[in-house]
């Protein structure tokens, strides 16, 4: 079975300094990797996903998230982060390979933003 | 516009009821999700369906049922044998084919009194 760590449950930074939010997942074969962002008491909204080719994937609201297979990794990242931003985090992989589709989630990682 | 309904918003249920949360989506999607959010747990899986009149647990079904009677509505019930049903239920769907994305409502807060 899949299954996803993040291992940051809280991160702060300052406005305008970039944002690396790690993610790691345990899956044997090619995974369907995907980062969602929660506003509190909303639902989740995609930022990016990643299914093949190239392993850097952009998303929209500037983020963008890189697959490296070697480390079982896909990172979120932002150059420049707003206050807009602050919200939580999710990490999500899906099987290709099993009939079940849902997708397993990290935990979560709960983004803060200084002025 | 396209997209999914949960209702109600807040619930609140006594305890030895049962209660119900609506699901309704116009995406024409053939997949459908209900996840349990927790904090600091993020989302558990509590049941799924791929088509129209079958559905299949997920890692948390115990004390909560579904059906798919329709392409667009998967009701949850959270029944008496939920022991701590107090959460943030997430409804979600997808098009149904493998690692398409899955989109989400906007939650149900339940909450036990």
């Known amino acids: 079975a899949q299954s996803v760590t993040q291992p940051d449950i809280h991160i702060t930074v300052s406005e305008g300094a970039s944002l690396e939010l790690r993610c790691n997942y345990s899956?044997?074969?090619?995974?369907?990797l995907f980062w969602y962002v929660q506003s509190p008491g909303q639902g989740l909204q995609l930022l990016l996903k990643y299914f093949s080719g190239d392993t850097l994937v952009q998303g929209i609201k500037g983020f963008e998230a890189e697959f490296k297979r070697s480390q079982s990794s896909f990172n979120l990242r932002k150059p420049s982060v707003h206050w807009s931003d602050a919200a939580e985090y999710f990490c999500a992989v899906g099987a290709a390979d099993t009939g079940r589709r849902a997708l397993t989630f990290g935990s979560g990682t709960r983004l803060q933003v200084q002025p | 516009d396209g997209g999914i309904t949960q209702s109600p918003k807040y619930l609140f249920r006594k305890e030895g009821q049962n209660v119900t949360l609506s699901c309704e989506q116009n995406?024409?999607?053939?997949?459908m999700y209900w996840y349990r959010q927790d904090p600091g747990q993020g989302l558990r899986l509590i049941y799924y369906s791929q088509i129209v009149n079958d559905f299949q647990k997920g890692d948390i079904a115990e004390g909560y049922s579904v059906s798919r009677e329709k392409k667009e509505s998967f009701p949850l019930t959270v029944t008496s044998a939920q022991k701590n049903p107090t959460a943030f239920y997430l409804c979600a769907s997808s098009s149904g084919a493998s690692g398409n994305t899955i989109y989400f409502g906007e939650g149900s807060w339940l909450t036990v009194v």
């Open positions: 899956y044997g074969a090619t995974p369907y």
């Open positions: 995406l024409n999607h053939d997949a």
